[in-house]
Nanobody, 124 residues
């Protein structure tokens, strides 16, 4: 069973950085493709980034390319999202998700397990 717990959210000024973490308490973390999504009030959940099982493949939504970096440590069963040069429009609740892969998906319904979310607020 996959149980995902996010941490690392908070309040930061525009231009600042945050690193989100998502830890899995199960023993099958390395068999899942991992993704990060975000949601703002009144909007659909938006894909942010995904990483393959070994960490060799990554994919980002255009709006975060060059600013965000997704990575994973399978020994620690943890996926990270390093967010730099944050903008007010990055404000959202961020969710990590685990999917069967092997490809990288931007579609939320293809992910089977979700964390509870962590709030990121970027002030201008």
């Amino acid at each position: 069973q996959v149980q995902l717990v996010e941490s690392g959210g908070g309040l930061v000024q525009a231009g600042g950085s945050l690193r989100l973490s998502c830890a899995d308490s199960g023993r099958t973390f390395s068999s899942y493709t991992m993704g990060w999504f975000r949601r703002t009030p009144g909007k659909e959940r938006e894909f942010v980034a995904a990483i393959g099982r070994s960490g060799g493949m990554t994919y980002y939504v255009d709006s975060v390319k060059g600013r965000f970096t997704i990575s994973r440590d399978n020994a620690l069963s943890t996926v990270y999202l390093q967010m730099n040069s944050l903008k007010p429009e990055d404000t959202a609740v961020y969710y990590c998700a685990a999917g069967p892969g092997p490809g990288l998906s931007i579609i939320a319904t293809t992910y089977d397990f979700w964390g509870q979310g962590t709030q990121v607020t970027v002030s201008s």
